[in-house]
């Protein structure tokens, strides 16, 4: 299976919407409810912002939302601010005990 | 506090092989499946492999078939990765990461701190 496809940066200045898409196909994400995101800190681990498409974990903020429309995921960040500059990543089950990432997208809080 | 610490990094040549342990502590280690990731420098994650509950369960991408091979020892609350046949491109920081829950849906609520590996001559 190929990585997903998200877009290597996006920015946003405080305060703003950013939202961060998330491209598969009808065999991973658009073909399941498996879809997770997670946000890293440079030298740090990977930190699970939303499973599921749309779940958030407790503890994460509520301006953390994301959706699926066909083949694409999307995170969406309201409200920006300074400690969410960071790399998200998405993740999709794509059969078979199979799970894909995509490459990463960098958040430039301006 | 849960906490995840993997330990065995380090430098070895191609064609090597190295272990990598994962030492769990603040919750019940018998009741989670437990994955290996890793991510190349400058790279996207991946999956590595994942382990059921009892050791019984495996899972391996498709890179790591037939040279990795993952176990558990529950009464150490402790998971291991046996990686043999190592590759220049096997150079990557490994992430042990509990699997909040299972059928691979991709959730890992806790992640170790990452340990590096480098596959060089």
């Known amino acids: 299976q190929s990585a997903l496809t998200q877009p290597r940066s996006v920015s946003g200045s405080p305060g703003q919407t950013v939202t961060i898409s998330c491209t598969g196909t009808?065999?991973?994400?658009?073909?399941?409810?498996?879809v997770s995101w997670y946000q890293q800190q440079p030298g740090k681990a990977p930190k699970l912002v939303i499973y599921?498409?749309?779940q958030r974990p407790s503890g994460v903020p509520s301006r953390f939302s994301a959706s699926k429309s066909g083949n694409t995921a999307s995170l969406t960040i309201s409200g920006l601010q300074a400690e969410d500059e960071a790399e998200y990543s998405c993740c999709s089950f794509a059969g078979r005990s199979t799970l894909i990432f995509g490459g990463g997208t960098k958040l430039t809080v301006l | 506090e849960v906490q995840l610490v993997e330990s065995g990094g380090g430098l070895v040549k191609p064609g090597g092989s190295l272990r990598l342990s994962c030492t769990a502590s603040?919750?019940?280690?018998?009741?989670?499946?437990i994955t290996w990731l890793r991510q190349v420098p400058g790279r996207g994650l991946e999956c590595v492999s994942t382990i059921g509950l009892s050791g019984q369960s495996v899972y391996y991408g498709d890179s790591f078939k037939g040279r990795f091979t993952i176990s558990r020892d529950n009464v150490r609350k402790s998971l291991f990765l046996q990686m043999t046949s190592l590759r220049v491109e096997d150079t990557a920081v490994y992430f042990c990461?509990?699997?909040?829950?299972?059928?691979?849906?991709?959730?890992?609520?806790?992640w170790g701190q990452g340990i590096l590996v480098t596959v060089s001559s």
């Open positions: 009808s065999n991973d994400v658009g073909g399941h409810n498996f």
């Open positions: 599921d498409v749309n």
């Open positions: 603040g919750f019940i280690f018998n009741t989670y499946s």
């Open positions: 990461a509990r699997d909040a829950v299972g059928a691979s849906r991709g959730v890992w609520d806790y």
